[in-house]
């Protein structure tokens, strides 16, 4: 019997020769929370660059900078990143014209 409280969905995505598949789960859209910290790994799905930009960047001051937690891992403050990610400018694309 259906439980009107009971709201799951299931999304389906239907392929190019009609076929509908169920998403799996890495096909949701991520979601960084705004408390805690992430590695590498977990904050570059929101970037427009690699792992080596990401460091270098940290670095020299242009990204925030990490929080060492051992002689071999970094993270970086989730508040941080979304605070940088909010500052971004998006850049326009080269067959835009500005004022048209």
Known sequence: MNNPTDNRAINFIQDNDGKSDQLTQSQFAKYLPPQGMS?????????????????????????PASVKLSPTMVAWRNSDVLAWLENQQPTPRNNEVEGV
């Open 39 to 63: 590695r590498a790994k977990d904050i570059l799905l929101f970037l427009p660059f690699g792992r080596t930009t990401l460091h270098e960047w940290s670095n020299n001051g242009l990204f």
